[in-house]
C-alpha cells in the first residue's frame, strides 16, 4: 500500500517506486497483506464518489484512495471476483465486464459473456499475468460460471469455454503456472494456458477424501502448496486440507505453522508471518457467512486452537461490490 500511494505523488517518485519493485528487496504483491476492500464515498446526492475505502488488518487502520478513475469504477455495480489485486466488475446495466486495478487506475474492457451476469454465476477469476510488470502486454483470465468455466485472452473478441462438457465446476485458482479447477464430483483438473487453447494436463479423481460443500469451500495456493478450506457447519470453524499430489488425495493439515489464510468468496491469499509478524501464525481471516450470523464483517479463528479469537463486529457496511467486504492484494501495476 506504501508504493501505491508513493507512486501517486509525482512522477519522480513513481519512478523511484518503479527502481525499488525491480530491485531484489522488493516482496510481490502475492506475499504482501490483503487489504479488506469495503464500498466507496459517495456524495451529499448519494452518487458515486471518487474514493474507494479499504481496512488494513496490519496497520489497523482505514484507507481512503482517491482516484478520478474511482467515479468509473463506482458506476459499476458488482465486483465480481478478484485476482492478484485486479477486479473483475459488470455494469450497472449488467451488459458490461472490465478488469480493472484499483491501484494504478489501469482498467481493460472486456467482452460480454450472458452466463457471467447470472446471480452467483461468477466468484472466482484465475487471472495469468505472462509479465507481472507489465499485464497489459499478454494476460488470460479463466472464470468461474455454471456448469462450465469460461476464459478471455487479452486481445480475443470473445470468451470461449473450457473443461468437460459432463462435469459442473465449483472451484478456480492459480498454482504453479496452472489453472486448477475442482468439480462437484471431486475431480481436480489441472490446465495450461500458455498455448493458444487451453491444455488440460491433469486430471485427478480426489474423491472420497473430502466432502465438497456447495458453500464454505475455498481453493487457494498457499507457500508452494494447493489447499481446501472447508468451513465447518454450525462453525464458526475450519477444515485445512493440502493436495498430495503423489497420493492423489486431500490430507487434513493439523498446523498452518507460520501461515495466515484470508478468505473470501472473492479471493483467498496466504500470507507468512516470518514476513509480516503483525498478522499471527496459524490464523484464518474471512468474511461473510460462518453458521452464526449473516453480516458483513470479518473474523479472526485461531486453527491451532480451534476458536475465534477476533471478532470485528463493527464493519457493518451496505456495500457497492457485492455482499460482504473482500480481501485484495494492493497491486501498483
Not at 15 to 34: G, K, L, M, R, T
Not at 85 to 103: A, H, I
Not at 239 to 254: C, I, S, T
Amino acid at each position: 500500500m506504501d508504493i501505491v500511494r508513493f507512486k501517486a505523488v509525482c512522477c519522480s517518485w513513481n519512478i523511484a517506486a518503479q527502481s525499488y519493485i525491480a530491485s531484489p528487496f522488493y516482496i510481490p504483491p502475492c506475499c504482501s497483506p490483503p487489504l479488506l476492500m469495503l464500498n466507496g464515498q459517495k456524495d451529499c446526492d448519494d452518487h458515486p464518489g471518487s474514493a474507494l475505502q479499504f481496512f488494513s488488518v496490519t496497520e489497523n487502520r482505514y484507507y481512503k484512495m482517491k482516484n478520478s478513475i474511482f467515479e468509473e469504477i463506482q458506476g459499476y455495480y458488482r465486483c465480481l471476483a478478484s485476482s492478484q489485486g485486479w477486479l473483475m466488475v459488470s455494469g450497472r446495466n449488467s451488459d458490461s465486464f472490465c478488469l480493472l486495478n484499483p491501484f494504478s487506475g489501469v482498467k481493460f474492457q472486456l467482452p460480454y459473456h450472458r452466463r457471467l451476469i447470472r446471480s452467483g454465476a461468477c466468484q472466482q477469476i484465475a487471472l495469468i499475468l505472462f509479465d507481472q510488470c507489465s499485464p497489459s502486454k499478454s494476460f488470460c483470465i479463466a472464470a468461474l460460471c455454471f456448469p462450465r468455466p469460461v476464459f478471455y485472452m487479452h486481445g480475443d473478441v470473445r470468451w470461449t469455454e473450457f473443461g468437460e462438457k459432463h462435469r459442473k465446476y465449483c472451484r478456480i485458482t492459480c498454482h504453479n503456472g496452472l489453472v486448477y479447477a475442482l468439480t462437484y464430483t471431486d475431480t481436480l483438473e489441472a490446465w495450461n494456458f500458455r498455448n493458444d487453447f487451453p491444455e488440460k494436463v491433469s486430471d485427478l479423481n480426489v474423491s472420497g477424501t473430502v466432502k465438497l460443500r456447495c458453500f464454505g469451500t475455498y481453493l487457494m495456493e498457499s507457500m508452494g502448496e494447493l489447499l481446501l478450506v472447508s468451513r465447518i457447519r454450525g462453525g464458526p470453524g475450519f477444515a485445512v486440507y493440502k493436495m498430495d499430489f503423489g497420493r492423489k488425495r486431500w490430507v487434513l493439515v493439523e498446523n498452518l505453522g507460520d501461515r495466515a489464510l484470508f478468505l473470501s468468496e472473492q479471493e483467498c491469499v496466504s500470507i507468512s508471518s516470518r514476513n509480516f509478524s503483525e498478522v499471527g501464525e496459524n490464523l484464518i481471516y474471512y468474511t461473510g457467512y460462518d453458521g452464526i450470523d449473516w453480516d458483513g464483517i470479518f473474523r479472526v479463528y485461531n486453527y491451532k486452537e480451534k476458536k475465534l479469537v477476533v471478532n470485528i463486529d463493527e464493519i457493518r457496511i451496505s456495500l457497492d461490490f457485492g455482499e460482504f467486504p473482500f480481501w485484495v492484494v494492493p497491486n501498483p501495476f
